[in-house]
């Protein structure tokens, strides 16, 4: 086992700078949050339509651009069982065009549209016989699909949903995917903000879900780049589904190859009327707007959006996790280190001592890891992750390492511990903390510099926490933490039994610490 560096010259070190630091950090303002709450509460304006959707407005009129963010509540962690990565497919289907963008002949299309999934659903029925299945039945069926397929797609106009966005000065124009959410978002010059209430409400009013099936192998090329050919992303896949053994998080986001080859139109239809009704959506919009306009702009365009129920939470709780649990791939590649630790979620109490822990670790050339390992050339990187992967449910407090040349995972692992152990047994010192809350401000900030940032932000927050002054309060709770409450996290978190460690090994050890993969 490798002994540790850190101590008793990294503390004399973290002492001095400490004293230092301390008298900078006394003059940031500890009320920040609170202050910053109160200058957007005279600029930001919260609707709710008769259908259930919400809206928070920003107005900062500095310059004449706005930015929208849509919030969908629903990720990875929400998708059927054996349907594992639809909730990615509508991040590539986001911006496919509706019923009447994007088509040359709507009735055609769809019309075809509905040939090509009779004869993919009955391919798949068959295909699902395993060893009975007529084999030259699925050849005729697929020959029919691929004639089908040209055929839909012949009456498409591709990208014009996009193209019209163009033409009117968009820019960052994307979507995202995680275990928890589905985001959609980009810019347009304000005066052209009922552009974007026009296109928005079309895409979820009249979805057409078209191109579904290229876009599904697009995504099968995806997870074979970065699940399959990548050591690290396999390694990623196997942690995850080594520390949930029962909850949704531990599915990959990107989906099973097996559930993805066999998802179908009608699938996503179905998924897509569940979670993307009104009351699962929430759109942020900031920038040199007008409230008032907005609003009438909302009842107009997406007034006519059906309501529906908001879909139940996940049901399935991760059961306490009672030893601890190993993986190791063996390759000739870059050697990798990924530990985790069980946590509570965004709401719980806690929550902020984790934000602060994983600062201490981690955030910036004094933290601990940071010093220990990459400034001793034991590691090329280390990052603490406070909610990995994704943070509305149970989750866990991950730390990642990259071994240098010559210093084996284990050593990685056992260096880590000794400083996890350290914080258990001393805490963290009152200057470690007021670096890790002034950090959160810093970050905060730089969050809230952009039309973009605040639309997002404030459009999750008021999604998950109900309200978008939950941004600031995140702020203020980390504020409050002290180092006592770190140091009973710490100790009450980083337990053996209660963690996950996964790792590439490039050589087999005399004494494995579990079996290869």
Known sequence: MTTSIRRPFWAHIRRVLGAVLLLALCAVPPALGQDLLQKFEEKTTTFTLENGLDFVIIERHDAPVA?????????????????????????????????TIGTRDIEKEMKALKRQEEIYLQARRERAKGSQADSSRIAELEEQFEQATDTAESYIKKGEFENILERNGVSGLNASTSAD??????????????????????????????????????????????????????????????????HPY???????????????????????????????????????????????????????????????PVRTEEPEQISERRVVIREQTQPFVLIGFHRGSMQSDDAPVYDVLSDVLTGGRTSRLYESLVKQEKALQVQALPAFPGSKYDTLFGIMGVPNR??????????????????????????????????????????????QGLALQFAQMEALKGDWRSVFRKLDAIESVTVDDVQRVAQSTFERSNRTVAMIKTTDDEQPTAAAN
């Open 67 to 99: 930015s929208f963010a849509t919030y969908a509540d629903v990720g990875s962690v929400d998708e059927p069982e054996g349907q594992t990565g639809i909730a990615h497919m509508f991040e590539h289907m986001a911006f496919k065009g509706t019923t």
């Open 181 to 246: 959410a589905t985001r959609y978002f980009y810019s347009l010059p304000a005066n052209k903000a009922e552009l974007f209430f026009a296109l928005e409400s079309d895409r979820f009013a009249n979805p057409m879900l078209r191109e579904f099936y290229t876009e599904r192998d697009v995504v099968m090329e995806e997870r074979r780049q970065r699940t399959e050919s990548s050591p690290t992303g396999r390694l990623v896949e196997e942690f995850l589904t080594t520390a949930f053994k029962a």
């Open 250 to 312: 531990g599915n990959p986001t990107i989906g099973h190859m097996s559930d993805l080859k066999n998802l179908s139109r009608t699938d996503a239809k179905q998924f897509f009327e569940k979670h993307y009704n009104p009351s699962n959506l929430t759109i942020g919009i900031a920038g040199d707007v007008e409230p008032e306009r907005m609003r009438s702009l909302a009842e107009e365009y997406f007034g006519r959006l059906s309501g529906g129920r908001e879909p139940l």
């Open 406 to 451: 010559g210093v084996s995972p284990d050593s990685v692992e056992h260096m880590i511990d000794d400083e996890l152990e350290a914080i258990k047994e001393e805490g963290i010192t009152q200057e470690e903390l007021e670096r890790a809350k002034t950090r959160a401000r810093s970050d905060l900030i730089g969050q809230l510099d952009s039309n």
